[in-house]
């Protein structure tokens, strides 16, 4: 989607967005077409290589990606002392990003990045809760382990379904905010894990991955359908915007909202809480309506992230892991970037228009003109 306020930053084979249809695709295939069917492995694999695995292909990559999940001992020291400083979470994994090429050769950096993003999270969620953290286990698909690594309980097939269906649908989506970030790290010739720790500080700002804990809140503060519309009303009438709604490139509902959704709704029907899914699905369609009469011609409609707090909230992961889940998933799709930049590499530097005065003139201290205030 294009308008005014657009920059086409590159040119990209991984993932296209299509903002007005409300498509997105991975290398070719539409996002319903894997959600739901493939492990993140796969899902990382295609973006990686193009093409989807073969058994083993997959094996051999899944296997790859196990054998390098446990941290370097310097990177769990640096996490104990964030969880003694009650760091956020997602500073903490920011300040840790940078040690988890420790001990690597460069050229190892891109699997062992994203086998031990889960093991950085759920390690420093453990800490900070005061518990020691659990060391991975390679018998475990990418995505059962980290959930395996948060309380130590093999989850059930429901929840990995649920939460693997999060990272697959989440793990790439063109030039994002922290994707673009990424990409321009990476294009000035510097590493992989210096383009991911670049690319966590972007996603950790409320406008783009620091949504969903604010999402979630908003859908539980309103609590009841009755409620519904006199909420959103006041929210908007005070001039706050309604969290999971509005995207800068779909101007109809985000596709992922739809495969999002429906495992949401598997999950809430398995714990026998369709309350709480009925409630979502209310404050979408009046959301909606609201925000058309209070922005007419905007087109705002439920982004991804109002759905993922909801299938998050139900898989059983707190709020405060939503966002440190989201690198989780993009952790690949970063990596993805990154390499795609390094193979036709040509630095990105945009310019800017300069709107400030020109020809100034240097003026001595003490004959400056005092400042109002
Ligand atoms: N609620 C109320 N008003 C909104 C909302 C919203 N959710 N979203 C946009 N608007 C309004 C803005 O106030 C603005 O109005 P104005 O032109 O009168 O000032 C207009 O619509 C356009 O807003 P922009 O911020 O310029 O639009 P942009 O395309 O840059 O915004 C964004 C996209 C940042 C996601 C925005 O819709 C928003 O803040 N949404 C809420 C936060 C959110 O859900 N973020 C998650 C995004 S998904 C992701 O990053 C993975």
């Not at 306020?5 to 967005?17: C, K, M, N, Y």
């Not at 989807?52 to 292909?57: C, F």
């Not at 390098?68 to 990003?97: F, K, N, Q, T, Y």
């Not at 026998?272 to 209310?282: C, F, I, P, V």
Request: aromatic share 6%; with cysteine; proline share 6%.
């Amino acid at each position: 989607m294009q308008d005014e306020l657009t920059t086409i930053a590159g040119h990209t084979q991984l993932s296209s967005v299509d903002g007005l249809a409300g498509r997105l695709a991975i290398r070719g295939y539409p996002i319903e077409e894997l959600a739901g069917r493939v492990a993140y492995e796969e899902a990382a694999y295609l973006l990686w290589h193009g093409e989807l695995p073969d058994a083993p292909a997959l094996s051999a990559f899944a296997g790859a990606l196990a054998s390098r999940r446990a941290l370097h001992p310097a990177s769990l020291e640096l996490l104990r002392a964030c969880a003694a400083e009650r760091v956020a979470p997602m500073d903490a994994i920011g300040m840790a990003a940078g040690t988890l090429g420790l001990g690597l050769a460069p050229d190892d950096a891109p699997m062992t990045l994203v086998a031990r993003f889960p093991t950085l999270v759920a390690a420093y969620w453990r800490l900070l809760n005061g518990h020691d953290p659990i060391a991975p286990r390679a018998d475990l698909g990418h995505t059962a382990n980290y959930l395996y690594m948060l309380d130590g309980q093999l989850p059930n097939a429901g929840r990995v379904k649920a939460v693997e269906t999060y990272l697959v649908t989440l793990i790439d989506h063109g030039i994002s905010a922290s994707t673009f970030a990424a990409r321009v790290i990476i294009s000035t010739q510097s590493d992989v894990i210096a383009a991911v720790a670049g690319a966590i500080g972007a996603l950790k700002g409320p406008l783009h991955g620091g949504a969903p804990g604010p999402t979630l809140r908003m859908v539980l503060e309103i609590g009841s359908p009755d409620r519904v519309e006199f909420c959103l009303r006041d929210r908007l009438a005070r001039g706050e915007r309604l969290m999971g709604f509005g995207h800068r490139d779909y101007k109809v509902r985000d596709p992922r909202c739809g495969v999002l959704a429906a495992a949401a709704e598997a999950v809430y029907q398995a714990e026998g809480d369709m309350a709480t899914y009925a409630l979502a699905r209310q404050v979408e369609e009046v959301a909606v309506r609201l925000l058309a009469e209070h922005k007419p011609g905007r087109r705002l409609c439920a982004n991804v992230e109002f759905y993922a707090s909801l299938l998050m909230h139900g898989a059983g992961l707190p709020a405060e892991l939503f966002t440190p889940t989201f690198a989780v998933a993009r952790a690949a799709g970063w990596v993805a970037h990154c390499l795609e930049q390094q193979r036709a590499n040509r630095m990105l530097q945009p310019q800017t228009v300069y709107t400030g005065p020109l020809g100034r003139r240097w003026v001595p201290i003490e004959q400056r003109l005092p400042k109002a205030g």
